[in-house]
């Protein structure tokens, strides 16, 4: 099971030629349906945000309804907090979706899950830690939007189709 973040769902856009993108997010939607691929709320409106108008803002909000968890419960978040309190931007105006994805990750490594989170926050920001840190702190499995590609089977679409 994989939990993606909003720089891997931004980043993914970028890695993959044009021409790919829309049938590379056409692959993602069984795996959404079927509970392999998942993210929290706070990540459709970070993508809004940060990617309006994109295909991978579109195609976020097109599966939201599909992922077999939204959001998780705060003892999640707190249990983030408690081992990676660096995660959390204290300064920062909008919440963002980094202690959502690792709260969503424990919920589901809770339940029996062998959870990854995907993601491409990985250096440290001078108001918070990043994503990828936070993960070995709390012993989840991370990786990279082109580790997750290749280890999903979709690193074919990294190479432009004819």
Same mark, same amino acid.
């Given at each position: 099971?994989?939990?993606?973040?909003?720089?891997?769902?931004?980043?993914?856009?970028?890695?993959?030629?044009?021409?790919?993108?829309?049938?590379?997010?056409?692959?993602?939607?069984?795996?959404?349906?079927?509970?392999?691929?998942?993210?929290?709320?706070?990540?459709?409106?970070?993508?809004?945000?940060?990617?309006?108008?994109?295909? &991978?803002?579109?195609? &976020?909000?097109?599966?939201?309804?599909?992922? &077999?968890?939204?959001?998780?419960?705060?003892?999640?978040?707190?249990?983030?907090?408690?081992?990676?309190?660096?995660?959390?931007?204290?300064?920062?105006?909008?919440?963002?979706?980094?202690?959502?994805?690792?709260?969503?990750?424990?919920?589901?490594?809770?339940? #029996?899950?062998?959870?990854? &989170?995907?993601?491409?926050?990985?250096?440290?920001?001078?108001?918070?830690?990043?994503?990828?840190?936070?993960?070995?702190?709390?012993?989840?499995?991370?990786?990279?939007?082109?580790?997750?590609?290749?280890?999903? #089977?979709?690193?074919?679409?990294?190479?432009?189709?004819?």
């Amino acid at each position: 099971m994989y939990v993606i973040d909003t720089d891997a769902l931004v980043s993914m856009a970028q890695l993959v030629p044009e021409s790919n993108v829309n049938l590379l997010l056409e692959e993602l939607v069984p795996l959404v349906e079927e509970g392999m691929v998942c993210f929290p709320d706070l990540v459709i409106a970070e993508c809004k945000r940060l990617a309006h108008g994109e295909s &991978v803002a579109l195609w &976020v909000r097109s599966v939201a309804g599909s992922r &077999v968890c939204k959001s998780v419960a705060y003892s999640f978040t707190i249990q983030v907090l408690a081992t990676a309190p660096d995660l959390l931007d204290e300064e920062g105006e909008e919440e963002s979706s980094q202690v959502a994805v690792a709260a969503m990750a424990l919920y589901f490594s809770s339940q #029996g899950a062998d959870v990854v &989170v995907v993601t491409e926050d990985r250096r440290p920001l001078p108001t918070r830690a990043c994503l990828a840190d936070a993960c070995k702190e709390m012993d989840v499995s991370d990786l990279t939007v082109l580790e997750f590609l290749t280890q999903a #089977g979709l690193d074919s679409y990294l190479s432009p189709t004819e």
